[in-house]
């Protein structure tokens, strides 16, 4: 019954913008920590950003801090990251996950109580 949807992705040039959205469903949102991981074309899954329940706390991985902004709108159930400065190696599957056991458990995705089937952004140079 839980079901996360990314939405938001597609083609922007090296050094723009973009957001990609997440819609959770079938869980109060509001007892999660959300966040974003990626996967590029042969590679891993990795970590992007979380956001604490509540939206007071964040962490960034180190390639897109600076660039990248997440929130959350927990009436709305959704999830957002805000992209800017884009560069081609950003080019990745994002997908939206939802941990109950808080935002350090980030570092470990095995550990997310759920995930969304991610949405494709790509860059171009």
């Known amino acids: 019954q839980v079901q996360l949807v990314e939405s938001g992705g597609g083609l922007v040039q090296a050094g723009g913008s973009l957001s990609v959205s997440c819609l959770a469903s079938?869980?109060?949102?509001?007892?999660?920590?959300m966040g974003w991981f990626r996967q590029a074309p042969g590679k891993e899954r990795e970590f992007v950003a979380a956001i604490s329940w509540n939206g007071g706390t964040t962490y960034y991985e180190d390639a897109v801090r600076g660039r990248f902004t997440i929130s959350r709108d927990n009436a709305k159930n959704m999830v957002y990251l805000q992209m800017d400065s884009l560069k081609p190696e950003d080019t990745a599957v994002y997908y939206c996950?939802?941990?109950?056991?808080?935002?350090?458990?980030?570092?470990?995705?095995?550990?997310?109580?759920?995930w969304g089937q991610g949405t494709l952004v790509t860059v171009s140079s």
């Open positions: 996950s939802a941990s109950l056991a808080g935002m350090g458990y980030f570092l470990y995705p095995d550990s997310m109580d759920a």
């Open positions: 079938g869980l109060n949102v509001s007892k999660y920590a």
